[in-house]
């Protein structure tokens, strides 16, 4: 069974940066595409940012040239540098991932960001 551990969420001040960091641990699985998606109160999850299996990206438009997603293979590991945070960033955050040959996708516990004053 797959499973997803994120960390990195906290408190910051806007105009702060924060990273996040997602974790996939089980046995023989193969991972497609990961990402973050994020949902604030009263509203909708949407998609923050996604990177496929060969490190294509695409971002919200809300977040480009702020945020950054990263993955590394080796670890299972995707991550969300998210820099000058400002307080409409707030939400919790969830990442995810597809597993190859099923399609299924995973999704993290999620992970509080705040952002303000």
């Given at each position: 069974?797959?499973?997803?551990?994120?960390?990195g969420g906290g408190l910051v001040q806007p105009g702060g940066s924060l990273r996040l960091s997602?974790?996939?641990?089980?046995?023989?699985?193969?991972i497609n595409d990961m990402g973050w998606y994020?949902?604030?109160p009263g509203k909708q999850r949407e998609l923050v940012a996604g990177i496929s299996g060969g490190g294509r990206t695409n971002y919200a438009d809300s977040v480009k040239g702020r945020f950054t997603?990263?993955?590394?293979n080796a670890r299972n590991t995707v991550y969300l540098q998210m820099n000058s945070l400002k307080p409409e960033d707030t939400a919790v955050y969830y990442c995810h991932l597809d597993l190859a040959f099923s399609g299924s996708r995973i999704w993290g516990q999620g992970t509080q960001v705040t952002v303000s004053s």
């Open positions: 069974q797959v499973q997803l551990v994120e960390s997602c974790a996939a641990s089980g046995r023989g699985f193969s994020r949902q604030a997603i990263s993955r590394d």
